[in-house]
């Protein structure tokens, strides 16, 4: 059987075409097993929510790569890192993590409102993408208890036509897969009709210059990012995005994660190729003004 990275342009394909996709068996069950007893006590001791949109059912928390040592093979999957950057790629220099958040629908949590996560910024829609997520289930997802509803088609311009789509899909799926799909992409919750709780966990993924939803450099100030390895640091925020943003003292803030920073800091461009050449051309003129005084 072919495994899922080599089918990499086929799980990109279904993403533009439908606005998300389903990929099976794309870690063991045992990896999800760990993980989910890593959390298991997180979610014993977690409130509810409150509010109709988190869900008065349902439980959630983040900061899940300091509770789980499980947690970055899923944060940094190959297949995972490789669709993110073919879908947001075009539109930034770097992706960041936007959030990590282990969700437990409990019975009789009511279908959460059909919502597009691309809403929480500003900004043009149906020409960018500004995130993807992942979905990835603990627990068995079924219609009954609660299976993510997405909305087949719904992703990219059609996420500006003002009649919302009335056809939605169950994404029903076991321990070992992942959801895939576009912040476009309209989707929610549904409703825990069974006996059981629906536990899983979202991961997200924005362009580098966004303000992420869940705050990284709180969730994992440099005391706690300086132990982790250095591709995972800088996906959590730990590097700048040309030009110049997200630094500090005008360097990357990486620096942050050494032993010991420099007794001197001089801020250093970060720009990109257009920019620098930009500001080359403008000190070349005036280099040239001043020969030919």
Same mark, same amino acid.
């Given at each position: 059987?072919q495994?899922?990275?080599?089918?990499a342009?086929?799980w990109? %394909?279904? $993403?533009?075409?439908? !606005?998300y996709c389903?990929?099976?068996? *794309?870690?063991?069950?045992?990896?999800?097993?760990?993980l =989910?007893a890593?959390?298991?006590p997180q979610?014993?001791?977690?409130?509810?929510?409150r509010?109709?949109?988190?869900?008065?059912?349902?439980k959630r928390?983040?900061?899940?790569?300091?509770?789980?040592?499980?947690a970055?093979?899923?944060?940094?999957?190959?297949?995972?890192?490789?669709?993110?950057?073919?879908?947001?790629g075009a539109?930034?220099d770097?992706i960041?993590l936007?959030?990590?958040?282990?969700?437990?629908?409990h019975?009789?949590?009511?279908q959460?409102?059909?919502h597009?996560?691309?809403?929480?910024?500003?900004?043009?829609?149906?020409?960018?993408e500004?995130?993807?997520?992942?979905?990835?289930p603990?627990?068995?997802?079924?219609?009954?208890n609660? %299976?993510? $509803?997405v909305?087949? !088609?719904?992703h990219?311009?059609?996420? *500006?036509?003002?009649s919302?789509?009335?056809?939605?899909? =169950?994404?029903?799926?076991a321990?070992?897969?992942?959801?895939?799909?576009?912040?476009s992409?309209?989707?929610?919750?549904?409703?825990?009709?069974?006996?059981a709780?629906?536990?899983?966990?979202?991961?997200?993924?924005?362009?580098?210059?966004?303000?992420?939803?869940?705050?990284?450099?709180?969730?994992?100030?440099?005391e706690?990012?300086?132990?982790?390895p250095p591709e995972?640091a800088?996906?959590?925020?730990?590097r700048q995005?040309?030009?110049n943003?997200?630094?500090w003292?005008?360097?990357?803030?990486?620096?942050?994660?050494?032993?010991r920073?420099p007794?001197?800091i001089?801020?250093?461009?970060?720009?990109?190729?257009d920019?620098a050449e930009m500001v080359? %051309?403008?000190?070349?003129?005036?280099?040239?003004?001043?020969?030919?005084r």
């Open positions: 059987m495994r899922p990275f080599f089918a342009d086929h990109h %394909a279904q $993403l533009q075409m439908h !606005g389903v990929v099976p068996d *794309l870690v063991s069950p045992a990896q999800v097993a760990a =989910a890593d959390l298991g979610f014993e001791a977690t409130d509810f929510c509010g109709d949109f988190y869900g008065e059912r349902t928390f983040g900061r899940l790569l300091i509770r789980s040592e499980h970055p093979a899923f944060v940094q999957h190959p297949l995972v890192l490789d669709q993110v950057e073919r879908v947001l539109w930034c770097t960041q936007n959030l990590t958040q282990a969700i437990e629908i019975p009789g949590a009511p959460q409102v059909p597009r996560d691309q809403d929480m910024w500003e900004g043009v829609k149906g020409e960018i500004y995130l993807v997520n992942v979905m990835w603990f627990t068995p997802y079924t219609r009954a609660g %299976a993510t $509803l909305y087949p !088609g719904s990219g311009p059609r996420a *500006l036509d003002p919302e789509p009335e056809v939605s899909i =169950a994404v029903e799926m321990p070992g897969s992942a959801l895939i799909f576009l912040g992409t309209l989707h929610g919750a549904g409703g825990n009709r069974s006996n709780v629906r536990r899983g966990m979202i991961v997200s993924y924005a362009l580098g210059w966004l303000k992420p939803y869940e705050n990284q450099w709180l969730a994992y100030p440099p706690v990012a300086r132990d982790f995972l800088a996906l959590v925020g730990y995005h040309r030009p943003l997200g630094n003292e005008g360097l990357c803030p990486s620096v942050l994660l050494g032993e920073l007794d001197r001089g801020a250093v461009d970060a720009l990109r190729p920019q080359g %051309a403008f000190r070349r003129s005036l280099d040239d003004a001043d020969s030919a």
